[in-house]
């Protein structure tokens, strides 16, 4: 396995075989400002925002990156092709999630105003990002106005 800078001292260091992405050499204080980024990041939104900005202006400077890794490296694009085959095949009775899965454009689905309680329950299918399977319970609902509703 081939050396690497660290991120927090710049010296070279050659990675665990068990961490080929590890990014800060094993020197305890390095280690200890890897610690310290994680937590920072968990607890300063300013902090994250930054962090988040600065991987963006990276990202907007080196557009090619991906294309020109792939480009590099066929067997780690087929492998990664085989993966995602598998991943639909298994599921390919399940319904595929992906950011969010309510529908505006069909009112009738929407659950009338009211208080509901949320159980969650065993996810079936392949979410991406945060979703969460859930039953709903009523537990109160809204009863609709009868009649018309004036405006002040």
């Given amino acids: 396995m081939e050396s690497k800078l660290c991120a927090a001292c710049g ?3 050659n990675p665990r075989a068990q961490t080929p992405h590890q990014t800060f050499c094993s020197d305890p204080a390095c280690q200890h400002a890897r ?3 994680q937590a920072k990041v968990k607890s300063d939104p300013d902090y994250a ?3 988040a900005r600065a991987q963006h202006n990276w990202s907007a ?3 090619d990156y991906w294309r020109n890794y792939r480009e590099a490296r066929p067997d780690y694009v087929e492998q990664n092709r085989q993966m995602q085959r598998e991943r639909r095949a298994g599921a390919a009775d399940k319904r595929v999630a992906k950011m ?3 529908n ?3 009112p009738a689905l929407t659950p009338p105003s009211g ?3 949320l159980n969650p329950i065993a996810g079936s299918g392949v979410a991406k990002m945060d979703v969460w399977t859930v039953e709903l319970r ?3 609902r809204v009863p609709h106005a009868s009649g018309r509703v004036a405006k002040r």
Avoid: L, T
Wanted: zero cysteines; charged letters at 30%.
């Fill in 100 to 102: 969010d899965v309510s």
């Fill in 115 to 117: 208080k509901y309680e």
């Fill in 104 to 106: 505006p454009a069909k």
């Fill in 61 to 63: 400077h080196h557009a």
């Fill in 49 to 51: 925002h930054n962090q």
């Fill in 138 to 140: 009523v537990i109160s």
């Fill in 35 to 37: 610690k310290w980024q």
């Fill in 11 to 13: 010296r070279r260091f």
